[in-house]
């Protein structure tokens, strides 16, 4: 568990370095909810700032470089623009 709760550490602080415009990182899914397996994947969410959104979709070949970064993990799936409504 502590190696994960280091990744997750380590992967706030490249997202950070990387995407000027984060709001907030959050874990969600079976590693926040502790119902993890020793194989299981770590859901992360990042919330950015209307004006670093804008700039990923202006340039989605930057943003693919800038994902590329977040090593060690094996898959990056994501999601450039969602909304959510109440």
Not at 11 to 30: A, L, M, N, P
Not at 31 to 53: F, K, M, N, R, Y
Not at 58 to 86: G, Q, W, Y
């Amino acid at each position: 568990m502590k190696s994960r709760t280091k990744l997750v550490e380590s992967i706030e602080s490249i997202v950070s370095e990387t995407f000027q415009g984060t709001r907030e990182i959050k874990v969600f899914g079976s590693s926040a909810t502790g119902l993890l397996l020793p194989g299981s994947d770590i859901d992360i969410v990042c919330l950015l700032t209307d004006s670093e959104s804008l700039r990923l979709s202006e340039n989605p070949t930057k943003h693919d470089t800038d994902i590329k970064k977040l090593s060690p993990m094996k898959e990056v799936r994501e999601i450039v623009h969602c909304e959510v409504s109440a």
